[in-house]
């Protein structure tokens, strides 16, 4: 069967030698590069339990009175959002545990991309000729945590109101355009015409998740083109590619790696509760809460809007307003110095050369340790974005925190970076492994050509050792 | 026991039957000398086994999950009986991938992806647009000035996403004379608002939900107020209000610090929930603490004819987040 099937195939596509090929396509062997699978698995399952919120969710703020089975939401007014989402929850087989696996799935989505860049950004896998797949993963990022935010800002209960009215803030803050800009996807002052939730649905569920399956293709095929990177070792070149072949014995393990992430995500959605909007309730513009913490990934940020001092300037009768510095500004500078990595890297070294083979991150301790330094200066926010909880749970006063973390924001990345930058470049010199010791023998050419253990300090007598094993970094295949 | 190891037997005859043949176009494909590293067929009749008793356990996972669905069980039962049949079929996959099937490391020359001598091809290909024509300049502007006529076009009635509800940006509708009512539209006495607590308070007759409405009503000593100048006898017996939309990113202002011990501790504020801005009541809600610029705007109260408080002016300043012209509104 499948050999009459390819074979009508290849007479009507041509595509058999493609096929032949992609059976034999070699897969480098090394955990790092699961993450990215992870993430596309992720993508998976946040399509599919995505298109099974969507028979029951209405996308519209249109208020009803609930009579659903929550009895503290009796008799309250709610938009449809709202309540399609409660009943969703609490009133539909299954329901909740599809809503809490998507909204797990994509907490999990955003994480492996993160780790995945990291990957990318520490072994140089984004050098020469890869610096294009590199800017369309950075993107997907980027996609990824918009993609995130609409979706928690969908149900329209407390938390995703008090998230889009910060949203609407940052909007407004950028200099000349803001308030149009803001104005303009409101359709009028926050918290806006109702039409609002339409497009946030429709950005939701059809714009941002179609680019993002779109490069999600062109990210792929730019990597079977080009073919996997992979680490240094015995018979590893830049001219080839080692690894295990794609059927049966990688496809097994992938797949593998797919029930995995799958099972781990239903689990959480079934066993750990996330976002109970019917415990939030609906949002009102004039209602608060505190101890509010948004998803993960918006924690860099919301720590950034809280860390800036209250500096606002007028100038010329024009006004900077204070969600620009971490809500606009910190953001676009840590996503650009990100996107103009590659080409900043190359111009500075002077390297044009294609690179197939990835570099341990000691291996270029100037990049390791500046990305070091920016991770810091992307985290410490990120911790500050959990004050108030710490505050909670640890009892350290929230001023004396905002004072530590703002001096930790400018002091602690240099302190990384140097500290980075002495111990890679003495890993890279010594090539000593701190977890394992020195491993290593010392042996000498005799006079007779053979070669032998120099006499130790104590002067002892030479013992001649049989040729040494293929090493990790002499070998030949 | 027979037949599974007979079905297995057959599955990885199949398989190595398929490999080989692959392997025979393969070689035939002269522009991939690819090497073979390693080939280890490791399978083992008890590792066959293992494989097919994890398939067979997770269909038992599945099962229990469409049981439970039925039964309707609680989330944590449909979670965990898909998880577990989910992680079973993962396992043996694992299993499958690592201990039964052909393990096979090949080495092969990376495919060249540059090609020397494109770009002028390429070049050449796209100027033959341009043989035999005299005037390629004006052809060449006339197309360009189409395509961003086209290009304006198809922007434009994008801006008709800016309906333009809720009134001008940072505008509140309190005039001199607006009475404040509660949420459920009853005016809003002084003796309402408890000192050591806030109220919330919206104009009559307004909507809501337009950021310039909801205001918090704070009820302290009033010989301990401090109003900035001009705002003298803005209170009513030391009820003041304030909008209660955060100046920094537009929460609302919904907690009161109010001081337990006069004398030790700091004075009554308001505080956003989301930023910590810190508003300090008795000087004009004044910024103490946090991120946010400016002071939240005050409404001047008095009192209405039945003893009801009402507005005495307008807000003090624009309503919320601030932007470019919020200095000029």
New interface residues.
């Given amino acids: 069967m499948i050999r009459k099937g390819t074979s009508a195939l290849d007479e009507r596509t041509g595509v058999g030698p493609m096929l032949v090929k992609a059976l034999r396509y070699p897969f480098p062997e090394n955990w790092t590069f699961l993450l990215g699978e992870i993430a596309l698995y992720s993508f998976i399952i946040l399509v599919l339990t995505g298109i099974y919120l969507t028979f029951f969710f209405q996308p519209s703020l249109h208020t009803t009175v609930y009579h659903g089975s929550y009895s503290p939401l009796q008799g309250a007014t709610v938009t449809d959002a709202y309540g399609s989402t409660v009943h969703l929850s609490l009133d539909v087989r299954a329901g909740l545990l599809v809503r809490q696996t998507h909204h797990w799935a994509a907490l999990v989505f955003i994480a492996a991309i993160t780790l995945h860049l990291m990957r990318i950004f520490f072994t140089g896998a984004f050098r020469k000729p890869r610096e294009l797949n590199y800017v369309i993963g950075l993107t997907m990022l980027t996609l990824a945590i918009l993609e995130g935010f609409f979706g928690y800002s969908l149900p329209d209960d407390l938390l995703s109101g008090m998230g889009l009215a910060i949203a609407y803030s940052v909007a407004m803050s950028i200099p000349v355009i803001g308030e149009d800009l803001a104005r303009w996807f409101w359709g009028g002052q926050f918290p806006g015409s109702h039409t609002v939730e339409s497009r946030m649905y429709v950005i939701h569920v059809l714009l941002i998740p179609g680019i993002l399956g779109l490069l999600i293709a062109v990210h792929l095929a730019l990597i079977m083109v080009l073919h996997h990177t992979q680490f240094a070792g015995p018979g590893r070149r830049e001219r080839n590619v080692v690894g295990l072949v794609a059927w049966p014995s990688y496809a097994l393990r992938s797949i593998g790696l797919f029930f995995a992430v799958t099972a781990v995500l239903f689990a959480l959605g079934g066993l750990v509760q996330i976002n109970p909007i019917w415990q939030y309730g609906p949002y009102e513009p004039w209602v608060g809460t505190n101890g509010v913490q948004p998803d993960w990934y918006m924690g860099w940020l919301i720590g950034a809007l809280r860390l800036m001092p209250n500096f606002e300037p007028t100038i010329g009768g024009y006004t900077i307003p204070n969600p620009f510095w971490g809500g606009v500004l910190f953001p676009m500078v840590t996503f650009g110095i990100l996107y103009v990595w590659p080409w900043a890297e190359r111009w500075v070294s002077g390297d044009r050369r294609e690179h197939h083979l990835l570099q341990r991150p000691r291996d270029n301790p100037w990049r390791t340790a500046i990305g070091a330094a920016l991770f810091t200066w992307v985290v410490v926010p990120f911790v500050a974005g959990s004050s108030d909880r710490i505050f909670v749970t640890f009892d350290i006063p929230y001023p004396r925190q905002v004072d530590v973390l703002r001096a930790a924001w400018w002091l602690l990345p240099p302190v990384v970076f140097v500290l980075t930058f002495t111990v890679c470049r003495h890993l890279r010199d010594t090539e000593v492994r701190p977890l394992r010791g020195w491993t290593g023998r010392v042996v000498a050419r005799t006079p007779q050509g053979g070669f032998a253990e120099p006499a130790g300090a104590d002067g002892g007598t030479p013992t001649v050792s049989p040729p040494l094993p293929e090493g990790r970094s002499g070998g030949t295949p | 026991m027979g037949w599974p190891r007979r079905v297995a037997a057959g599955l990885a005859a199949v ?1 190595i039957r ?1 490999r080989a043949e ?1 392997a025979v ?2 070689s035939a ?1 002269p522009d ?1 000398p ?2 073979v ?1 390693e080939r280890v067929a490791p399978s083992t009749p008890r590792r066959e086994l293992v494989v097919a008793v994890l398939l067979f356990a997770a269909a038992l996972g599945f099962a229990a999950f469409a049981a439970a ?1 039925g039964l ?1 069980a609680s ?6 009986s ?6 079973l ?6 299993v ?3 201990l039964v ?11 060249p ?1 540059r090609h020397p001598g494109v770009g002028e091809r390429v070049e050449g290909g796209l100027g033959q647009i341009g043989e035999g024509i005299d005037r390629r300049r004006l052809l060449g502007l006339a197309a360009t000035t189409a395509v961003a006529g086209l290009g304006a076009a198809a922007v434009v009635p994008m ?1 008709s ?9 940072g ?1 509140s509708p309190w005039r001199a004379g607006t009475a404040l009512v509660d949420e459920h539209g009853a005016p809003i006495r002084p003796e309402d608002v408890i000192v050591g607590s806030f109220a ?1 308070a ?1 104009p009559k007759g307004s909507d ?4 310039g ?2 205001v918090v009503v704070v009820a302290v000593d009033p010989s301990m107020i401090r109003p900035p100048r001009g705002r003298e006898g803005w209170d009513v017996n030391g009820i003041l209000a304030f909008s ?2 955060c100046t ?8 009161l610090r109010y001081p337990l011990y006069q004398p030790s501790e700091p004075g009554p504020a308001l505080v ?6 810190t508003f300090d009541v008795l000087r004009g809600a004044a ?1 103490e ?6 002071p939240l705007p005050q409404l001047p109260l008095r009192l209405a004819a039945d003893g009801s408080l009402e507005a005495a002016g307008p807000m003090s300043g624009p309503v ?9 509104a």
């Avoid at chain 2, 898909?82 to 992680?87: E, K, S, T, Y």
């Avoid at chain 2, 956003?272 to 801005?277: E, N």
């Fill in positions: 398989v398929r692959a176009e393969q494909e991939s690819e090497i590293v669905y309707s989330t944590q039962v449909l979670g965990a898909l998880g577990i049949g989910l992680g079929v993962a396992a043996a996959c694992v499958a991938a690592k099937v052909v393990q096979e490391t090949i080495a092969e020359p990376r495919p992806i801006l996403a800016a309906e333009g509800v809720g009134g001008g940006t505008s919330t919206f809501p939900r337009e950021l409405s909801p209660k939309i920094h990113a537009g929460c609302a202002v919904a907690m956003c929930p989301c930023h910590y801005s910024v603490f946090g991120p946010a610029g400016r919320g987040p601030a932007w470019w012209g919020v200095s000029r």
